[in-house]
C-alpha cells in the first residue's frame, strides 16, 4: 500500500450543538462522513481511509463507508492525539509510504488537494494544505486591544495533513500529549513541512451555520437533471386502492403485480429517469415473484436511495392522479405527507394533485387510474 488516509471521526462537536455529532449529520442526503471519505478517494490516488471513531460507533461507521474502500473502523483515544496514533497503528501491518490526517467534519476537499499534498512528500516529510490569514488580527484582553499582529506569514491550516508513514507513527509514539496537530510533531522535531494550496471551500464543520455554508459549496457545483414518469392501471372488485401510498376507501382497487400504486409508481419512474437508471420494471421486474403484492413504498424508498447514492439530493416531487372518482383533494395532505416521509424531505417539495378527463377515455369511464409525476434532482457533475 502506497497511501493510506486516517478518517478522524472520534470527535462530539459540542460546538456545533445538538444531540449529533457533526460527523454524522445528513449532508444534502449522506452523512457528512460519508461525503468526506469519498472526497479523499475521489481523485484515486487513496489507497485505503482507515476510520477512527469512538468505540461505540464503529459499527455505525461501517455502515456508513460501505461500498467504499476502507478499512474496518478502530476506536479512538480520550483526545485527538491518542485517536490518531490508534489511526497509525492499525495501519502498521499495512505499511503505506505515506499517509493522510483528515478530519471527518470536512467534507468538501477540491480536486487536486491529495495531489500536491503528495508532490511536495516528494520533498518534504509534512505537507499540509493551508490558507493565508486575509483578516487584520487583533491581540486583546477581554474586550481590549492589546495590539495588532502581523500578519504577512500566518496562514490557516486545514486537512487532510500528509506524512511519511514511519515517521509520523515515530513521533506519535515518543510525543507527550498536548500537540494542536499532527504537522506540530515535526515541526517540534525539526523536521520540514511544506504548504500547499488550502481553499476556503475546505470548511470544517465546527458552528452553527457551518453545515449551510458547505451545503451551498456543494450544491454549486451540482447539475439540475429533471425526469418524468407515466404509469396506468385498471380498475378491479376486490382489492384496496393504494394512491401514493395512502390506502383510499373505494368500491374498487387498482390491479397489479404488486399493491399497483400508479403515483409512486409513476415517481420511481421519474427519478431513475433523471438519473439514467432505466424505469421501475427493470429494478423490480413484475416476473419475480417475491414482488407480488408489495407495498410501492419500498420502491420509492429504493429510488431515494439511488438519488443518495449518486450524492444527489431531491428538489422537488409533483404527481398528478388522473381519475373521476374517489376524489383526491381530501387525501392529498396525506399523500404529500407519506411520500415526502419515503423520499426523506420535507412536505414543501412534494405536490400531489388531480385532474379528471372530462369523461373522455378510459379514465372518464372509470375503467383505471393513470398519474404522471416529474422530479427534478441535484446531482455532482
Known amino acids: 500500500m502506497k497511501v493510506a488516509a486516517l478518517l478522524m471521526a472520534a470527535g462530539r462537536g459540542e460546538r456545533l450543538g445538538g444531540a449529533e455529532p457533526k460527523q454524522f449529520l445528513p449532508l444534502l442526503g449522506l452523512p457528512v462522513l460519508r461525503r468526506a471519505a469519498e472526497a479523499l478517494l475521489r481523485d484515486g490516488l487513496v489507497d485505503a481511509i482507515q476510520p477512527v471513531c469512538a468505540e461505540a460507533e464503529r459499527a455505525r461507521v461501517d455502515d456508513m463507508l460501505q461500498g467504499l474502500a476502507a478499512l474496518p473502523a478502530v476506536a479512538g483515544g480520550a483526545t485527538r492525539q491518542a485517536s490518531v496514533r490508534a489511526g497509525l497503528e492499525a495501519l502498521e501491518n499495512r505499511a503505506p509510504a505515506f499517509v493522510l490526517v483528515h478530519d471527518a467534519a470536512r467534507p468538501v476537499l477540491p480536486g487536486g488537494t491529495v495531489a500536491s499534498l503528495l508532490a511536495a512528500l516528494a520533498e518534504a516529510e509534512g505537507a499540509i494544505p493551508a490558507q493565508p490569514v486575509a483578516d487584520t488580527l487583533k491581540l486583546a484582553e477581554g474586550e481590549t486591544v492589546l495590539r ?199 412536505e414543501g417539495r412534494v405536490s400531489v394533485k388531480a385532474t379528471t378527463t372530462e369523461r373522455l377515455g378510459f379514465p372518464g369511464r372509470e375503467e383505471g387510474i393513470a398519474a404522471q409525476a416529474a422530479v427534478s434532482l441535484l446531482v455532482p457533475a
Open 148 to 346: 495588532t499582529i502581523p500578519r504577512d506569514s500566518l496562514f490557516r491550516a486545514q486537512t487532510p495533513q500528509g506524512f511519511r508513514f514511519p515517521l509520523l507513527l515515530a513521533l506519535h509514539r515518543a510525543a507527550p500529549e498536548g500537540a494542536t496537530d499532527d504537522a506540530f510533531l515535526l515541526e517540534a522535531a525539526g523536521h520540514a513541512v511544506r504548504l500547499v494550496p488550502g481553499s476556503e471551500s475546505n470548511v470544517k464543520i465546527t458552528l452553527p451555520g457551518d453545515l449551510e455554508r458547505v451545503e451551498a459549496t456543494i450544491m454549486r457545483e451540482m447539475l439540475p437533471r429533471v425526469g418524468t414518469g407515466f404509469d396506468v392501471h385498471r380498475l378491479v372488485a376486490g382489492r384496496p386502492l393504494f394512491l401514493c401510498g395512502v390506502e383510499v376507501p373505494h368500491s374498487m382497487g387498482l390491479d397489479g403485480h404488486s399493491d399497483a400504486d400508479v403515483g409512486l409508481h409513476a415517481l420511481c419512474d421519474a427519478i431513475y429517469g433523471a438519473l439514467a437508471e432505466g424505469d421501475i420494471g427493470r429494478h423490480f421486474p413484475p416476473s419475480e415473484a417475491q414482488w407480488k403484492n408489495a407495498d410501492s413504498a419500498a420502491f420509492l424508498r429504493h429510488a431515494a436511495g439511488r438519488i443518495a447514492a449518486r450524492g444527489g439530493v431531491l428538489a422537488n416531487a409533483d404527481v398528478t392522479l388522473v381519475c373521476e372518482r374517489p376524489k383526491i383533494t381530501p387525501h392529498a395532505p396525506a399523500m404529500i405527507a407519506r411520500v415526502a416521509s419515503l423520499l426523506g424531505v420535507d
